[in-house]
């Protein structure tokens, strides 16, 4: 196990299309904005973090990269079953590292544009350990309200 991000995403066919276009061009800028250095899929030097209409794709870059944040608007058909509805489950190992807090920022704007149709949970703390997220996220969306807490009461 190690530091990580989960999140739940409603895959029933109900989910609001145009929120998750605007979901992934937020991540697109919180990207493109981040002082934190990015790079592709494994992390490598030389790699550009992915960023399309189809999704976003990122890790850290070289010693600073650990598990790729991969958020995509096609979801393979792996739903994960709570209180009846299927939802897909995803999860993001940082271990901390610098780029977490651009994986945060891009929760953030999910929880923003998808509400009710996702689920975040992590290993860290709101106060503390998602406060470079919560800086970034406001830093590139100044006019909406200060960030708050997306996440759900943990699961046992």
């Known amino acids: 196990m190690g530091y990580t991000h989960y999140w739940h995403r409603k895959v029933d066919g109900s989910e609001p299309i145009p929120f998750l276009a605007r979901t992934i061009a937020d991540m697109a800028e919180i990207i493109r904005r981040s002082p934190v250095p990015l790079a592709g899929l494994r992390g490598k030097p030389g790699t550009e973090p992915e960023t399309s209409e189809r999704g976003v794709v990122f890790n850290g870059l070289g010693d600073l990269s650990y598990e790729p944040f991969e958020f995509l608007i096609a979801l393979e058909n792996r ?12 999860f993001c190992k940082t271990e901390r590292k610098p780029y977490d807090a651009v994986v945060t920022a891009c929760l953030l704007a ?25 800086d970034l996220y406001e830093l590139v969306f100044p006019e909406r309200a200060p960030a708050g807490c997306p996440l759900e009461p943990r699961r046992r």
């Not at 999910?110 to 996702?118: C, F, M, Q, R």
């Open 79 to 90: 739903p994960w079953e709570t209180d009846i509805e299927p939802w897909t489950l995803r």
């Open 110 to 134: 999910a929880k923003h544009h998808l509400g009710e149709y996702i689920r975040i949970w992590s290993d860290g703390e709101w106060g503390a350990d998602w406060r470079d997220g919560a």
